[in-house]
Nanobody, 124 residues
Framework: QVQLVESGGGLVQAGGSLRLSCTASKRTFSNYFMAWFRQAPGKEREFVAV????????DYTDSLKGRFTISRDNAKNTVYLQMNSLKPEDTAVYYCAATQGILRLRTTNSYNYWGQGTQVTVSS
């Protein structure tokens, strides 16, 4: 069982930055692909980014490339999401997720473990 705890959300003005963190309880954190998803009110949960076990590989939803950066520190059992040039449409609850699988990493069903989410609100 892996427990994930997100932090770092909050209220920020458009154009600002936030860094989200997600810390895992499992000592074998490096065995998991880690991802960020987000869910805006009234919308489905959508893929944001994923990072490989070593951190050497990343993938992003196309619309966020260049503004968001996923990274991880396996020594700290933590994955990060650096969000720059934030826009009001980035407002959502952001979730981190973990999986030992390697396929379909952009889909929610591929992930076994989820955090409780952290709210990000971007004001115009």
């Amino acid at each position: 069982q892996v427990q994930l705890v997100e932090s770092g959300g909050g209220l920020v003005q458009a154009g600002g930055s936030l860094r989200l963190s997600c810390t895992a309880s499992k000592r074998t954190f490096s065995n998991y692909f880690m991802a960020w998803f987000r869910q805006a009110p009234g919308k489905e949960r959508e893929f944001v980014a994923v990072i490989s076990r070593s951190g050497g590989g990343t993938d992003y939803t196309d619309s966020l490339k260049g503004r968001f950066t996923i990274s991880r520190d396996n020594a700290k059992n933590t994955v990060y999401l650096q969000m720059n040039s934030l826009k009001p449409e980035d407002t959502a609850v952001y979730y981190c997720a973990a999986t030992q699988g390697i396929l379909r990493l952009r889909t929610t069903n591929s992930y076994n473990y989820w955090g409780q989410g952290t709210q990000v609100t971007v004001s115009s």
